[in-house]
């Protein structure tokens, strides 16, 4: 099982472009999370996605900010005219079912924004 | 929403003494806490977590304690090596998917 995969793992992109990570669960698991961990920070969520469903987007930002699971192919996270302030390591989640109290919340290695 | 607060924001201790790592969270619904360890680049990784309706939790060298009444929870390492070096991160759930996490805390063991 490859685990969580995030790509890609380093992105630099110019104030005004537009960021694209991606994300593919771990095989079986149906469930994404989207946490963001700006440096010196604990992670903070910032949406849940079934498969062509958006659970719960409580955390992300109402503009420039989007989340996609499709039926076919990765989990995107997408973040339009980037600011500074978005540079940040995202990690994406995923579990079996929803939650993380069953302890099969597993996360993949991060893609790190930097924003010039 | 949820405030979890962690301390210290970094620990050094002497290998094979213990480390001790103290959060606290302000919503009494929360009832899942899980720590996470990450090192340098790398994902965080599950350790250990503990749902309210247990005290302590032991695996190994490592251990978790809840207090409900007091709203806080530690994570307790003994014999620490060097390999215990990493950002160590508590967090508290009540959604079940929504995890908020304290700012971590820096773990360096000296050899």
Partial sequence: ?116 | GENVEQHPSTLSVQEGDSAVIKCTYSDSASNYFPWYKQELGKRPQLIIDIRSNVGEKKDQRIAVTLNKTAKHFSLHITETQPEDSAVYFCAASKDDYKLSFGAGTTVTVRA
């Avoid at chain 1, 969580?4 to 472009?17: I, S």
């Avoid at chain 1, 500074?84 to 893609?111: H, I, K, V």
Wanted: proline fraction near 6%; glycine fraction near 10%.
């Fill in chain 1, 1 to 116: 099982n490859a685990g969580v995969m995030q790509n890609p793992r380093h992105l630099v992109r110019r104030r005004g472009q537009e960021a694209r990570l991606r994300c593919s669960p771990m095989k079986g698991h149906s469930h994404v999370y989207w946490y963001r961990q700006l440096p010196e920070e604990g992670l903070k969520f910032m949406v849940y996605l079934q498969k062509e469903n958006i659970i719960d987007e409580s955390g992300m930002p109402k503009e420039r900010f989007s989340a996609e699971f499709p039926k076919e192919g990765p989990s995107i996270l997408r973040i339009q005219q980037v600011v500074r302030g978005d540079s940040a390591a995202y990690f994406c989640a995923s579990s079996p079912r929803q939650g993380a109290s069953t302890g099969e919340l597993f996360f993949g290695e991060g893609s790190r924004l930097t924003v010039l």
